[in-house]
């Protein structure tokens, strides 16, 4: 058998010497005095959250989030905010997929924004837990039909046999979420993530990047936070 010829590719390491990082075209670097910031880390998020939205971020709602499994082993994926608030930074997911399963297991994770249009990013990490089921029912009642029907199709991270079983499984979803919009996804997951540590990343041109972190600092009397600059 012949073997088909392979395409002309680029070469990776001369395609990336091209690129630039916060190419002012499309990137403001505003200035932050971390000495000015709050004492806790959610009244900054929410700031920056509303200037990232207001600068024309794509997608300022996606985050990564790290989990690791029963071995230790790291994985990684985007999910999306769902909301932040004192009772901490939340996502959904069903409960049997690999990241509900990993977090039953591991109930710690990470979470990491990345906001080019500014040069930000922020990074928390910290216990994670479960709502209960009535809120994250409403929560999914709360979003779009889409959102309803992708839920109902279920069986998150299972191998899938094909594209054709899932364009019916997916179809049939869809058309219960549209009859019905309040049908119950039982295996879905409201997670909140309660920050032990929180980073705030602001991008310098000249390399001198400020980096904000907050520890939760807890005894039997008081909950609270230190805040510290860290190198770039």
């Known amino acids: 058998m012949s073997q088909r010829p392979e395409p002309d590719l680029p070469d990776l390491h001369d395609l990336l010497r091209t690129l630039r990082v916060w190419s002012p075209e499309v990137t403001s670097l505003p200035a932050f005095a971390p000495e000015t910031a709050p004492a806790e880390p959610l009244p900054l998020f929410t700031t920056w959250f509303t200037e990232v939205v207001a600068a024309g971020q794509p997608e300022p709602h996606t985050m990564t989030l790290a989990t690791s499994d029963t071995d230790g082993l790291p994985d990684v994926r985007t999910v999306m905010l769902h909301g932040a608030d004192p009772d901490g930074w939340s996502f959904a997911s069903h409960s049997g997929s690999a990241k509900g399963r990993q977090l039953a297991a591991r109930p710690y994770a990470a979470l990491h924004f990345y906001w080019p249009a500014l040069g930000r990013q922020i990074r928390l990490r910290g216990p994670v837990e479960s709502a209960p089921s009535p809120e994250a029912q409403a929560d999914l009642h709360a979003r779009s039909t889409g959102a309803l029907a992708a ?82």
């Open 151 to 232: 839920a109902l199709t279920g069986r998150q991270s299972e191998v899938l046999g094909s594209l054709a079983e899932l364009e019916r499984t997916s179809r049939e979803a869809w058309e219960r979420a549209q009859r019905d919009p309040d049908t119950p996804a039982p295996t879905w997951t409201l997670y909140r993530l309660r920050p032990d540590e929180a980073e705030f990343f602001q991008g310098d041109a000249q390399r001198r990047h400020v980096r904000l972190k907050y520890r939760r600092t807890e005894s039997e009397s008081e909950s609270g936070w230190l805040r510290e600059l860290l190198w770039p």
